[in-house]
């Protein structure tokens, strides 16, 4: 084998081998660069006979021709593979189905659509959305609220607190969501409308009861609201919450420190097995607290009990959204269990508002 096909076996076996772009391309270089191997014998032609150069020239420019060829098939070749390996990865199945995203598959949580339902027809009413800090003094918490220290009313509280501070008081998880009638009453004049939703604790754990659990608040003051308005208010919200025409409703006497007088309030239903049925029936269950504000909480909020008057209300949320939508036990609420609110809860955009009815 002359030299010159030794050359060529050798670089033709190395383009042959050469597995992608950049090892071509160190392939050419080293045959066909201007220091390549090709170049160094083309500058040997000069040294050589008239007799050799004829010879040796066209061979040499043959040999380039035919390296040129065959690094351009083998760039192309290469072209292709990396092309059809990038399609192999980069293949489509246009039948599988359509993964859901957050908006088919994610849930709202059922106390957090019954908030909203119950905001939708309070705004509806003219009031405002107020809220206040989970971790409270005792002076709003209980104080404020005609609430004084040994009062048996604190130990029906079940109160969590925090360790005591320098001046030897202690902070609290607030218990209802009544501090935040002191935190609106001592900051805004009056007329006031609010209701305020929330998060309360108390140390209690059975099947209706949770350390943690959800209250809503309201309270109206000006200088005539009377107990006939909060009696039109509870009822319609009643009406508009459940769904319903008509509700009969029971307002009983109690006991709360902060109003005065106070009520309970129970709403007509009738009771099949598990389910609630609003509006007939001959049962009753009972849904809130309410009142008119005692005359010693207007005056620790520095409001004349001469001038102003009102009435609040406290509700349970997640015991009527129990009611309402037909869950028996409460702490399945807070177990993050994904079955239980794929079936309880509700599509991100059912947003509840008062056209075209609640919760449909
Ligand atoms: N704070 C009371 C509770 O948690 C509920 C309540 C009752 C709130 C009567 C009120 C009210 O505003 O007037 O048991």
Request: glycine letters at 8%; hydrophobic letters at 35%; a negative charge.
């Amino acid at each position: 084998m002359t030299d010159i096909e030794k050359i060529e076996a050798d670089l033709t076996a190395a383009i042959a081998a050469a597995g992608d772009d950049a090892a071509l391309e160190d392939v050419r270089v080293q045959a066909l660069g201007k220091k390549g191997q090709v170049n160094e014998l083309l500058k040997g032609l000069g040294a050589m006979s008239p007799q050799e150069r004829k010879s040796m020239g066209p061979a040499l420019n043959g040999l380039k021709a035919r390296l040129t060829d065959a690094i351009q098939s083998r760039r192309t070749e290469l072209r292709g593979e990396a092309l059809e390996a990038r399609l192999a990865t980069e293949k489509v199945d246009a039948t599988l189905p359509v993964r859901p995203g957050p908006l088919q598959d994610g849930r709202i949580h059922p106390v957090s659509q019954v908030v909203d339902e119950v905001a939708a027809i309070f705004s509806d009413m003219g009031f405002s959305i107020a809220e206040g800090p989970d971790i409270e003094n005792d002076e709003n918490n209980f104080t404020a609220l005609n609430i004084p220290a040994e009062h048996p009313a604190r130990q029906m509280h079940d109160t969590f607190y925090f360790g005591e501070q320098e001046d030897g008081s202690r902070k609290l998880l607030r218990t209802h969501t009544s501090p935040v009638q002191i935190r609106t009453m001592k900051t805004q004049e009056p007329p006031i409308r609010i209701v305020v939703p929330g998060r309360t604790y108390r140390c209690d754990s059975d099947q209706t009861h949770t350390p943690m659990f959800h209250q809503i608040e309201g309270l109206v003051i000006d200088k005539e609201s009377h107990m006939g308005h909060l009696r039109w208010i509870l009822e319609e919200f009643c009406k508009a919450f459940f769904e319903v025409e008509e509700v009969k409703m029971r307002f009983r006497p109690s006991y709360f420190p902060f109003t005065e007088p106070s009520l309970e309030v129970d709403i007509n239903c009738r009771r099949d097995g598990n389910e609630v049925r609003f509006g007939e029936g001959d049962d009753w269950l009972e849904i809130l607290g309410c009142g008119m504000v005692h005359s010693n909480v207007l005056t620790n909020c520095g409001l004349d009990p001469e001038v102003y008057q009102g009435f609040a209300w406290g509700m349970g949320i997640d015991r009527i959204a129990m009611l309402k939508y037909g869950m028996p036990d409460l702490r399945a609420f807070f177990d993050a269990d994904s079955r239980w609110i794929n079936h309880y809860g509700f599509k991100p955009l059912d947003i509840p508002g008062l056209v075209g009815g609640l919760s449909s």
